[in-house]
């Protein structure tokens, strides 16, 4: 009976399909359903009930697969503990990022990371949409706010600054909004995620909330267009501090009216649970951290983002 076998049988029984069990795990489902075969003549019993449509556990899959569970998950716990004594650091990490982070800032930091530990491989997920840890097979992810489900498990990286930017092409040619009713005249830059358009931005003065709703100019579901429109010249946006960071170290993007404040984000890096932190994860965490750091700095230094940004505790959530 092969390990592997019985880690497909699982997956069947979670999806209650194969099919979706066989892509999930990035196999043929002909590969899949022998798996499930060899399983079931080995024990002699039918682990599940087929129907055309449906397929279900039987009486003795429901008395066998928790204890085959909790026996694979006592061998990946064993496992685990050894590449942390050893500080093994290899295997493949399945990351899901945004497109504009991801793009521009996270993978680079990954391919740093590759090069030095040359047993590591990369599978990354770029996308603004939510991750779903199970469907989509991933290992971790590297995402703007804490986990909301109380399920995941994260680190935070760092505090992020969000800023109003545009251009100094923009400026030129449209002025500079000077507060947050001025916008209303501007050229507006939205994020859209879920058909679910982000058109109303918030500035805070002195304790004093202005919430302003300007006609959307352009608007897209991905992150880095945004951030190409805005260096472009297209018009004003509200973007990461992280996302832009570059462009506003090189002056190709321009931070406008400071005396108004936007509320300060999160990044965190989340992963399915607790027992799926393995030593690699954990030292990616510390690069991202590191990096991350080194950024912030370079633009607190610059007068780009407040110095307040750097009023960091690591944190992670607990269970």
């Known amino acids: ?23 999930h795990l990035d196999m043929q489902v002909a590969t899949a359903s022998a798996a499930v075969k060899r399983i079931e003549a080995a024990l002699g019993v039918e682990l599940f009930v087929r129907t055309t ?60 990371f590759m090069t030095e ?12 949409s939510n991750v779903d840890f199970y469907r989509d097979a991933l290992d971790m992810a590297l995402r703007y706010g804490a986990p909301a489900d109380s399920n995941l498990y994260g680190f935070k990286i760092c ?28 050229q507006c830059l939205f994020y859209q995620l879920q058909n679910i358009l982000n058109d109303t931005w918030y ?26 429109w805005c260096v472009d010249g297209k018009g004003v946006a509200i973007k990461s501090s992280l996302d832009i960071a570059n462009d506003l170290l090189a002056g190709r993007l321009v931070p406008l009216m400071p005396d108004y404040h936007i509320a300060q984000g999160e990044l965190w890096l989340i992963s399915p ?15 991202f951290r590191d990096r991350t750091r080194g950024l ?15 009023n960091d505790e690591n944190k992670e959530t607990t269970k």
């Not at 019985?6 to 999806?15: D, G, M, N, S, T």
């Not at 709703?213 to 991905?222: E, I, L, S």
């Open 273 to 287: 649970s607790r027992q799926s932190i393995t030593p690699t994860m954990r030292l990616l965490r510390d690069r």
């Open 117 to 128: 530990y040359p047993n590591v491989t990369l599978r990354a997920h770029i996308s603004d």
């Open 1 to 23: 009976m092969q390990i592997d076998d019985l880690r497909v049988i699982l997956k069947v029984a979670e999806f209650r399909s194969i099919t979706a069990a066989a892509t």
């Open 159 to 186: 505090n992020v600054p969000r800023l109003l930017v545009a251009s100094p092409e923009y400026l030129a040619k449209h002025g500079t909004p000077q507060q947050p009713k001025d916008l209303l005249q501007h």
């Open 53 to 112: 449509r449906h397929l279900r556990l039987s009486t003795a899959g429901e008395r066998y697969l928790p204890q085959c569970s909790a026996a694979l998950s006592m061998l990946d716990q064993a496992k685990q503990t050894i590449h942390n004594d050893l500080d093994i650091i290899r295997g493949e990490i399945r990351l899901a990022v945004s497109s504009d982070l991801g793009r521009n800032i996270a993978i680079p930091w990954v391919n740093e």
């Open 203 to 228: 500035f805070s003065k002195a304790s004093v909330m202005d919430k302003v709703k300007p006609k959307a100019y352009c608007a897209a579901n991905d992150g880095d267009l945004v951030r190409r």
């Open 296 to 310: 912030l700095e370079q633009l607190v230094a610059k007068g780009l983002v407040p110095a307040s940004a750097l």
